[in-house]
């Protein structure tokens, strides 16, 4: 015969309640229930678990050894048996968030903080995606909920708010040295400057967005890898305000003084891959996202294109 979880839990108990009294009372056991159990862990495992000083029961050290492994026991045995309830409740053990790169990563770790603290055992994945890659994913069967611009057909979709892309290169860039009130820039005036792009995660029938006419283009795949390039004075790019607000604030980017053309504006869309068929996890991740953008959004409105 083996040592039990329920007798390793008593022990736990009696340890952290400093004695067999109070113990009893958590576990709903008596104290002699207790003190049989004990009393035959030790024999089985042939080593000394407890000793009394006081009146209060301590571990010996063999015995704080052992408890601490089986508390590992302890902790995986709660783990199954909430998930268990989560599935019996209809909870999903897994969700799939396709979402695209212009969406500010901390609202994304906002609502998966909040979300981890109220669904512990659904795993998340996580897919950043440019472009058509988050339609794609969609189309693909790949995830179940997705966050990315208008245009994603056949899809449930609810907006969840619009993001500025302004033109942007750092303060020291010579584009700056052709700029006057005299002469306001025009948009052919970038053609002979480097150019940054994003380009679009889809695998199939990917697209190019936004002004492509530069004589140099550079194409990267991450925002974040542009926005690093422009800060270096590697060339200039539309960027979203809500991944560069502090940059422009602080004056590590400026705008590019264009007469027309400066900015153009993507609304952001909350796509359902089968809105029909939504476990709780999905609609409460939905529900959470709307919550973030709609409390957090006017953080990006000080910022005037």
Not at 129 to 153: C, H, K, M, Y
Not at 171 to 196: A, E, G, M, T, W
Not at 284 to 291: K, Q
Request: net charge neutral.
């Amino acid at each position: 015969m083996k040592v039990t979880l329920e007798q390793w839990r008593m022990l736990k108990a009696v340890v952290e309640h400093g004695g067999f009294a109070h113990a009893a009372e958590v576990v709903h056991k008596s104290q002699s229930s207790i003190h049989h159990a004990i009393q035959k862990m030790e024999l089985m495992l042939e080593v000394k678990l407890l000793e009394v000083k006081g009146r209060k029961a301590h571990l010996t050290d063999a015995g704080r050894l052992l408890l601490q492994r089986a508390e590992h026991l302890l902790e995986s045995a709660a783990n199954i048996d909430s998930l268990a309830a989560s599935l019996n409740a209809g909870v999903e053990p897994e969700i799939s968030i396709a979402v695209d790169q212009t969406f500010p990563p901390e609202y994304i770790g906002t609502v998966l903080e909040q979300f981890s603290q109220e669904y512990p055992n659904t795993r998340i994945q996580l897919y950043e995606t440019v472009l058509s890659g988050a339609a794609e994913a969609l189309n693909r069967g790949q995830v179940d909920l997705a966050i990315a611009g208008s245009g994603v057909s056949h899809f449930m979709a609810e907006p969840l708010f619009s993001v500025d892309f302004i033109a942007v290169a750092s303060p020291d860039h010579p584009i700056f040295k052709h700029y006057s009130k005299n002469r306001p820039l025009q948009i052919d005036d970038l053609v002979h400057y480097r150019q940054l792009v994003t380009r679009d995660s889809a695998l199939d029938k990917s697209v190019d967005s936004g002004w492509l006419k530069a004589d140099e283009r550079w194409t990267v795949s991450n925002i974040s890898t542009s926005v690093e390039m422009i800060c270096r004075g590697m060339g200039f790019a539309w960027i979203p305000v809500t991944r560069i607000s502090r940059l422009l604030n602080q004056g590590a980017l400026l705008p590019v003084p264009l007469e027309m053309g400066r900015c153009r504006k993507m609304t952001l869309q909350l796509y359902y891959a089968r809105h029909d068929r939504m476990g709780p996890g999905i609609k409460r991740v939905a529900e959470l996202l709307h919550r973030c953008c709609d409390a957090d959004v006017s953080n990006f409105s000080n910022i005037k294109c």
